[in-house]
Nanobody, 116 residues
């Protein structure tokens, strides 16, 4: 059974930093991509950053230059380093795994609140 558990969210002032962690268990299959998504109240869930099995990364324009996605070699832990946080970054952040067969796995999310 695949489980994704996010941690590291919290309240931070604008300009501050947070590091999110996603702990992954039960993924005894080849992962296509790993990623972070976020959803603010009343909004859809949007991609923040992703990393492929080969290590290529992709970022939403709104976070380029401020956020960095990474993972360990075993692909059991994924990180999102968030710097220069803005109030618009306030959202629930979700960890995601995609398999080559199209199946998606999601964590339950961690709340990030950036105060102005």
């Amino acid at each position: 059974q695949v489980q994704l558990v996010e941690s590291g969210g919290g309240l931070v002032q604008a300009g501050g930093s947070l590091r999110l962690t996603c702990a992954i268990t039960g993924s005894d299959f080849i992962i296509r991509t790993m990623g972070w998504y976020r959803q603010a109240p009343g909004n859809q869930r949007d991609l923040v950053a992703s990393i492929t099995s080969g290590g290529s990364t992709n970022y939403a324009d709104s976070v380029k230059g401020r956020f960095t996605i990474s993972r360990d070699n075993a692909k059991t832990t994924m990180y999102l380093q968030m710097n220069s946080l803005k109030p618009d970054d306030t959202a629930v952040y979700y960890c995601n795994l995609k398999r080559y067969n199209g199946v998606n796995y999601w964590g339950k999310g961690t709340m990030v609140t950036v105060s102005s």
